[in-house]
């Protein structure tokens, strides 16, 4: 993957899908949809609620935060007033949440984000909320399901732990054929050159913390297990 196509600053690596509708690395539709019509053969309708993700959006999304157009939360999920706190705090609180751009996952197209739509109704925004992928939740049957089976098709979970970083997040998924690489060449340069010169909210805070954002947000997530071990080169080490 080129530094362009690493940041979200490119599509040349994505795919549009019609069905189910999302957006992903090239190399990811085949894997995606035999892992989808299996979950279905096990009654579940696995269905991507996000994929592909690029610079501009994510970058919207942090300076909506920023500015207070859009819901900054902490980590209990409470709501926040960006205008009465630290800069710090904001950068913190909104990174718990949502990656700076050029350093999300999702500008890979390596990154899903599933619920069950069998379970849940067509066009209503999906709860991406820990407790629903619990014990007892609305989507435990498929959480269960992809805890048994996502490996077989080359997914996992990076957000799993809480490792003090990003929140747990069971519904993302991530393609670590492509992800385990792209991760390796995600270097704090590549991010470093992403957002020279870039109109973002915070751009001091950012600049005097990168290095430490990078590492706790960005490199700080769970490895794929040892049967999904690759390569820089993308290869099995195995
Ligand atoms: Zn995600």
Same mark, same amino acid.
């Given at each position: ?119 849940? $109704? !067509?066009?209503?925004?999906?709860? @991406?909320?820990?407790?629903?992928? #619990?014990?007892? &939740? /609305?989507?435990?049957? =498929?959480? +269960? ?35 385990? $690489? !792209?991760?390796?060449?995600?270097? @704090?340069?590549?991010?470093?050159? #992403?957002?020279? &010169? /870039?109109?973002?909210? =915070?751009? +001091? ?34």
């Amino acid at each position: 993957m080129t530094s362009l196509e690493l940041t979200g600053r490119s599509r040349a690596h994505i795919v549009d899908l019609a069905e189910p509708r999302c957006a992903v690395h090239r190399d990811v539709v085949e894997p995606l949809l035999a892992m989808r019509s299996a979950a279905a053969e096990a009654g579940f309708d696995l269905l991507p609620v996000s994929g592909f993700r690029d610079f501009a959006r994510q970058l919207a999304i942090w300076n909506g935060k920023c500015r207070g157009e859009r819901e900054l939360l902490d980590r209990d999920g409470r709501l926040l007033v960006a205008a009465s706190m630290e800069q710090e705090a904001i950068v913190r609180a909104i990174l718990h949440w949502s990656a700076l751009p050029g350093a999300s996952r999702h500008h890979w197209g390596s990154e899903i984000d599933v619920i069950d739509g069998a379970v849940w $109704p !067509a066009g209503k925004p999906a709860p @991406l909320a820990s407790e629903h992928y #619990a014990s007892g &939740g /609305v989507f435990a049957g =498929l959480n +269960a399901w992809l805890d048994r089976h996502a490996a077989e098709y080359g997914f996992y979970r990076p957000y799993v732990t809480d490792r003090g970083g990003v929140q747990p997040e069971p519904w993302h998924l991530s393609y670590a054929p492509v992800s385990a $690489p !792209a991760m390796e060449s995600m270097t @704090l340069e590549v991010l470093a050159d #992403a957002l020279a &010169g /870039v109109d973002i909210d =915070l751009a +001091a805070v950012i600049g005097r913390r990168l290095p430490e954002i990078y590492q706790r947000y960005v490199v700080n997530v769970d490895a794929p297990p040892p049967e999904l071990a690759f390569s820089s080169r993308g290869s099995r080490l195995s």
